[in-house]
């Protein structure tokens, strides 16, 4: 049961354009959602994060959406650059406890492709 | 440049063979986690552990067995894998919580192939 769906393996985008990463969920008890960034041979970087009492949180180039209605969330990236060429994954977090021992559950990744 | 450092980067290790994955934060996080993910696929939490105490454990094979012997170093102990164990295992860390929410931070992981 995948309970966070990436549905586009994925993107090709031009230099200096938007782009726009979406991910699904199914259980409404997920608390915070974030996105990160994956390198060949490299483990995944932390990106950006968002609690599921906002809608939107920015941070540069990067700004996360969450539609909790429609249990949606998606990463813009803007403008887009060939660094960011990688594999993103999107998370959720269940409610977090003081001792920060959450798990998190991954999507299966989107391949993010930046043309020059 | 990653602040979780792991060792070794790659190994390759037959079905009878005894190994151990180590992992290792100086950041002052007191959740550790290790990870497995196959190809094409998503990291799959296995371990948790919280303050050096396991607290997630997902019904993760015995012939995986973690240790953590203080707050900056966590092992993962292999005994009689199998074939399908091959995979890249990640260690992750995490400040607890403090109002706000603290992100994991992950390791470049330990590429392991079973002969």
């Known amino acids: 049961d995948q309970q966070v769906k990436q549905n586009s393996p994925s993107l090709s985008v031009q230099e200096g354009r938007i782009s726009i990463l979406n991910c699904d969920y199914t259980?409404?008890?997920?608390?915070?959602f974030l996105w990160y960034k994956k390198y060949p041979a490299e483990g995944p970087t932390f990106l950006i994060s968002i609690s599921s009492i906002k809608d939107k949180n920015e941070d540069g180039r990067f700004t996360v959406f969450l539609n909790k209605s429609a249990k949606h969330l998606s990463l813009h990236i803007v403008p887009s650059q060939p660094g960011d060429s990688a594999v993103y994954f999107c998370a959720a977090s269940g409610t977090i406890s003081n001792f920060g021992n959450e798990k998190l559950t991954f999507g299966t990744g989107t391949r993010l492709t930046i043309i020059p | 440049d990653t602040e979780v450092t792991q060792t070794p980067k790659h190994l390759v290790m037959g079905m009878t063979n005894k190994k151990s994955l180590k992992c290792e934060q100086h950041?002052?996080?007191?959740?550790m986690y290790w990870y497995k993910q196959k190809a094409k696929k998503p990291p799959e939490l296995m371990f948790v552990y919280s303050y050096e105490k396991l607290s997630i454990n997902e019904s993760v094979p015995s012939r995986f067995s973690p240790e953590c012997p203080n707050s900056s170093l966590l092992n993962l102990h292999l005994h009689a894998l199998q074939p399908e164990d091959s995979a890249l295992y990640l260690c992750a860390s995490s400040l607890h919580y403090r109002g706000t929410y603290q992100p994991q931070h992950f390791g470049d992981g330990t590429r392991l192939s079973i002969l």
């Open positions: 259980n409404s008890m997920f608390d915070y």
């Open positions: 950041m002052g996080h007191r959740a």
